[in-house]
């Protein structure tokens, strides 16, 4: 979907439209939009309440990962050990794993 949610202009044909992402529900709203859609207080895609704190220039799974991201390079900086760290492939596998697994707790 590359429209936005109110006036379903397609922000895809038109490089100028600047769009912005719910993070309630990730619909989308162009700009121009914005500001009915505030006086409104509810998505016009599905009727959900919405706030002007509640979106973004960049959609949900955007955000995701650059969260993600984020938290692996914190992870990542702690953890930095490199292999030559060990004394074996085993051990050094079982430190990767352990690294995983905190990153995604």
């Known amino acids: 979907m590359s429209e936005c949610s109110r ?9 100028e439209v600047r769009v912005y ?4 529900c990730d619909h989308r709203v162009c700009e121009r939009c914005l500001p009915q859609v505030f006086q409104e207080t509810s ?3 599905c009727g959900c309440a ?14 995701k990962a650059e969260s993600e991201l984020k938290i692996r390079r914190q992870i990542s ?7 030559q760290d060990f004394a074996s492939a085993d051990e050094w596998e ?8 905190i990153i995604f707790k």
């Open 50 to 63: 919405v706030r002007a704190e509640d979106f973004s220039e960049h959609p949900r799974d955007a955000r």
């Open 77 to 83: 900086d702690i953890y930095c050990q490199t292999e």
């Open 94 to 101: 079982e430190y990767l794993v352990m690294r995983e697994d």
């Open 21 to 24: 992402f719910s993070d309630i």
């Open 43 to 45: 998505c016009p895609g």
């Open 7 to 15: 006036c379903h202009v397609d922000y895809c044909l038109d490089s």
